[in-house]
């Protein structure tokens, strides 16, 4: 789970994929995809560090079926603390894209003959993202009182809590000790 930004960006026109040799194909044709991307940005809100995995695209009679598991991992945050992190996420893949295009369903294949996977992948991604996410098992969380990141040690308000009672103790200590030092 890294964050590093250095690494360069695919556009996510990449997955947009010309299909018109299928749909000259006769129903039952198929074509196997190894799909392999560095990190793409699937939307303004919506980053895969990668994408990688294999799909079968089959022509049937009401378009395009498209089948596989692709494995991502989503730019999400840390449930506790929010700091941004890579979250694994595993896609199956069973959705037909209709041909000709048809309002009538989610997804189609354009009449040019382009099948534009980004949309089906997005909505999957953003499924596949656990409503819990962690940084690490044991990650600490931020201080509900001043949102200080915990994981970089305590804060203020941890030891205003703690210091009024040391100081209690300590007091009932000094005033305990001269009596049982006299005695
Ligand atoms: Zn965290
Ligand atoms: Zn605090």
Not at 26 to 40: A, T
Not at 64 to 74: A, C, F, N, P, S
Not at 173 to 183: G, K, Y
């Amino acid at each position: 789970m890294s964050t590093s930004s250095d690494q360069h960006y695919v556009n996510r026109r990449v997955l947009k994929i010309n299909v018109g040799f299928l749909l000259a194909e006769g129903v039952g044709y198929f074509r196997d995809m190894v799909i392999e991307l560095p990190r793409v940005q699937l939307d303004d809100d919506l980053t895969l560090d990668f994408l990688r995995g294999n799909l079968r695209l089959s022509r049937n009679s009401r378009g395009v079926l498209v089948q596989g598991q692709l494995e991502t991992h989503v730019l999400s945050e840390c449930t506790r603390c929010l700091r941004p992190i890579f979250v694994p996420v595993f896609l199956e893949i069973e959705e037909l894209f209709a041909f000709p295009p048809s309002a009538l369903v989610a997804f189609s294949v354009a009449e040019t003959g382009i099948l534009d996977l980004a949309p089906l992948i997005r909505e999957e991604a953003i499924l596949g993202v656990p409503m819990v996410a962690l940084c690490r098992p044991d990650c600490a969380g931020l201080c509900p009182q001043c949102g200080h990141d915990l994981n970089e040690g305590p804060c203020e308000c941890v030891q205003e809590q703690i210091d009024p009672r040391l100081e209690i103790l300590r007091a009932h200590l000094r005033s305990a000790r001269p009596q049982t030092n006299d005695e």
